[in-house]
């Protein structure tokens, strides 16, 4: 694809539900993130997959908070038992390796919890 | 833990003004530094990267930003700026063992026409 698609652009969830979010990395690149990003604060970690090595999960704010990459491709995001303080926007990136390069982001999806 | 500082907030300026957003991080080692922006709606896009090598690096738009190592800064410039320019703007790093890439908190520039 020509970028880094995420699925769905917006999600409204009620308090308690599991939310999946979806992110189709730019074919070939090997680096994905996730990042939230909060009203009034900045963009926050979450999680690093890079190739077949163990995620960097060091970011998730806590035990809700799920995600895995399969076939080194897409990714999904999963926040169990969703709370209002979840709501904010995702991020993924993706990123090739082997060099200097930079990250390309998608659109987001915008998770609202009610 | 890599940290990147962007003091400004919030900037105001009129159209033909010039800009200058200051990014700050705390990495000793060898880094990499972006600047992303977000216009209103869009996703995060690349203004300039800086790997190495001339540390006067110009981006898209007209924007350029300068490596000062020994002032461990990367501060974005745009000698007149338009109101299309109206957008956040993130100052990223990513360096060393670190694979994960640090945000500033960003700023929010706000163009009057």
């Known amino acids: 694809g020509a970028g880094v698609s995420q699925s769905p652009s917006n999600k409204v969830t009620e308090k308690g539900k599991d939310v999946e979010l979806r992110c189709d990395p730019i074919?070939?690149?090997?680096?994905l993130y996730w990042y939230r990003q909060s009203l009034g604060q900045g963009l926050e970690f979450l999680i690093y997959?890079?190739?077949?090595?163990?995620?960097?999960k060091s970011g998730l704010p806590s035990d809700r908070f799920s995600a895995e990459r399969t076939g080194g491709s897409v990714s999904t995001l999963t926040i169990q038992r969703t709370q209002q303080e979840d709501s904010a926007v995702y991020l993924c990136?993706?990123?090739?390796?082997?060099?200097?390069?930079?990250?390309?982001f998608g659109q987001g999806t915008r998770l609202t919890v009610v | 833990a890599q940290s990147v500082s962007q003091h400004n907030h919030h900037v105001i300026l009129s159209e033909a003004a010039s800009l200058e957003l200051g990014c700050n991080y705390s990495y000793g080692g060898t880094v990499n530094l972006f600047w992303y922006v977000q216009y209103p709606g869009q996703h995060l896009q690349l203004l300039l990267k800086?790997?190495?090598?001339?540390?006067l690096v110009k981006g898209i738009k007209g924007f350029e930003a300068e490596f000062i190592k020994s002032k461990f800064s990367f501060n974005l410039r745009k000698p007149s700026v338009q109101w299309s320019d109206t957008a956040e703007y993130f100052c990223?790093?990513?360096?060393?063992?670190?694979?994960?890439?640090?945000f500033g908190s960003g700023t929010q520039l706000t163009v009057l026409p």
């Open positions: 997959f890079q190739g077949n090595s163990a995620p960097d």
């Open positions: 074919s070939g690149h090997t680096a």
């Open positions: 990223l790093t990513q360096g060393g063992s670190a694979r994960q890439l640090t």
């Open positions: 800086y790997f190495s090598g001339d540390p």
């Open positions: 990136a993706s990123r090739r390796m082997g060099g200097n390069t930079e990250a390309f």
